[in-house]
DNA sequence: CCACGATCGATTGCATACAGTTGGTTCAAG
DNA sequence: CTTGAACCAACTGTATGCAATCGATCGTGG
């Protein structure tokens, strides 16, 4: 088993990112220690692991606070996340697919194969399509053999409450889509076709960040209230 | 006054950006407390942080090492950064230029050109250059608006001894070059060439990752001794 | 001579006590 | 009623002691 403090801070990234807690936020150290049932230095240590990876903020003397993302951040980040996966794309076309990862890919894909013939969309769809998706593009990043692009793509996804967001949304007709998408990003890396691989894969996630932006637009209404509300507590 | 945490963060930073521990090197915590006057705990503050940022490794139950960068990792960073520095000037380009960004370009690239005029090539003009460099790319990454695309290159450029190598092993023709490809950027950017400015920033930096990563294979060869002797020690 | 295992030193992990800072509240003066 | 300053409570920052773990060394058996 793992330290403490490692297991502090897996637990508590994952509820970062569940969306657990709103924007603006302000973890209370004792508070946290009481709840996990540890002592302040495993909570410190993972606050100060969080805030580095950017889901917390710091201020000295004052402690964290979980850090809002306005519509106009998750634009930021879906910018920067498309180029990346574009170049990883890209990477990949231009030195070719290990049997290994060809083989890992071709399974994702036969498996989003058969998600397309359920009738209607419901949270078991939403779940095993989330996974068929983080699998498919973690593997073609790690296809890529370049793990600095594999760190930063970790941490443009790191966005709370996002994966909710992304996934109960969704309908058919853009599982249908994406699965398309991922057929041809599949198809172009394979035929080498190196600018086709990194136009799609680009295009891909720029329009899965579009779709985001509209919902959390929607939600930003009514976030500023709790917001302000969880700062003034 | 910050806390004694966040100083021995940013002093711990800089000798490992400095270069002042080789690859490999396991910091002791007491060593270290004792070095800095203070006690572990503002160490292990500090030592969290910088594995989150990516400088340092750590094994639970061992403690931290200085994480060591082979040729091969200089290059996958630097293809992601000519990427991002790529994106970064075809989002300026897109949206154009604030006044207050115009104008600090523009001193840059004025105090750049009386550069030109030095006759030959001492530590003196690497550190004006680095300066220079420094300020052109920062201020052209803010004027993207993109804070996250800003956090990511910041991570990128986050090398230890990079800048070390990077200027001074520079030479006054490599010098002319780069600040031609600075002012072509700005010109690209006014006038709204959005590829072309793309491109250049790009392969500026491509360029000068190629020239890292030569330099830095003529130290990988004596770099692994070091390495396993910081280990063993 | 080699392989395996126990022991020991060194180092990290954790809890806790205490010190320092912040910002909110209260009280008094204008 | 407003303003300001002193006060206070709550929280974070730091030091330190002890527990737990790891790796190396030494010893023992094959």
Redesign the pocket.
């Known amino acids: 088993m793992a ?3 490692v297991s502090v801070t897996n637990k508590l990234r994952e509820a970062l990112l569940g969306g657990e807690y709103a924007g603006g936020t ?5 508070d946290l220690a009481d709840s996990l049932a ?5 909570i ?2 993972a606050l100060s692991t969080l805030a580095a990876e950017g889901l917390l903020e710091y201020r ?4 964290y606070a979980v850090k809002s993302f306005a519509a106009k951040d998750i634009e930021g980040i879906y910018v920067v996340r498309a180029n990346l996966e574009g170049l990883g794309a890209r990477l990949v076309a231009q030195q070719g697919l290990s049997d290994l990862h060809r083989g890992l890919l071709h399974k994702v894909l036969t498996e989003s194969e058969e998600l397309q013939n359920v009738e209607d969309w419901n949270d078991e769809v939403s779940d095993v399509w989330r996974d068929l998706n983080d699998r498919f593009h973690n593997t073609l990043i790690e296809a890529s053999g370049n793990s600095h692009l594999a760190m930063m793509l970790r941490k443009s996804r790191a966005i709370p409450l996002l994966n909710q967001l992304k996934f109960r949304w969704f309908d058919l007709g853009t599982l249908a889509r994406a699965h398309d998408d991922h057929c041809q990003i599949f198809a172009a890396i394979t035929g080498g076709q190196v600018v086709r691989a990194e136009s799609i894969a680009s295009e891909h996630v720029y329009r899965s960040g579009q779709r985001i932006i509209e919902h959390w637009r929607k939600m930003d209404t009514r976030k500023p209230v709790a917001a302000a509300k969880a700062r003034a507590a």
């Open positions: 330290t403490r403090g302000r973890l209370n150290e004792v540890v002592s302040r230095t495993p410190r240590a000295p003397n004052s402690g």
